[in-house]
């Protein structure tokens, strides 16, 4: 079995090594500024399970006042389709709901097609919208 909790600093190092496992960083963003910036929100949306005090999943949502968001979703592969990603997922839309939150969306890229089809079969849709983006700074 394992626990959901929020971030915690001493769990830096494990999210990243997990996130470079499961193929999420990208080396226009470094994961510790992302991790640094969401830590500072202290919001509690920063989730992470743990099983026998190892880090094997994470899961960063936000809410912005209109909408809440999931990034960083990962699994560690041994863990995968195990439930694990479900649970998170389901206690950030409690929490979210806790918070007022009328909606959560999410990003994935078009070639991620079973990332797709796991979320479509918990409830999500493709919502018909153009994702646009500007970079404020340069990290």
């Keep these: 079995m394992f626990i959901i909790r929020p971030y915690v600093d001493s769990d830096l190092?494990?999210?990243i090594a997990l996130w470079e496992l499961c193929d999420l960083t990208r080396p226009w963003n470094s994961p510790e500024i992302d991790i640094?910036?969401?830590a500072a929100q202290k919001d509690g949306l920063f989730l992470v399970a743990v099983k026998?005090?190892?880090?094997?999943a994470t899961l960063m949502g936000g809410y912005d006042g209109h909408r809440g968001w999931v990034n960083y979703l990962?699994?560690?592969p041994h863990y995968q389709r195990n439930g694990v990603a479900?649970?998170?997922i389901q206690h950030l839309e409690k929490r979210?709901?806790?918070l007022g939150c009328p909606k959560l969306q999410l990003l994935i890229r078009k070639e991620n097609i079973d990332v797709q089809n796991f979320y479509e079969q918990l409830g999500y849709e493709e919502v018909d919208v153009?994702?646009?983006g500007k970079r404020l700074i340069r990290d």
């Design 13 to 15: 190092e494990e999210i």
């Design 36 to 38: 640094f910036r969401k």
């Design 52 to 56: 026998d005090e190892q880090l094997i």
């Design 74 to 76: 990962a699994v560690h």
């Design 86 to 88: 479900t649970a998170l």
């Design 96 to 98: 979210l709901i806790a």
């Design 130 to 132: 153009i994702c646009l």
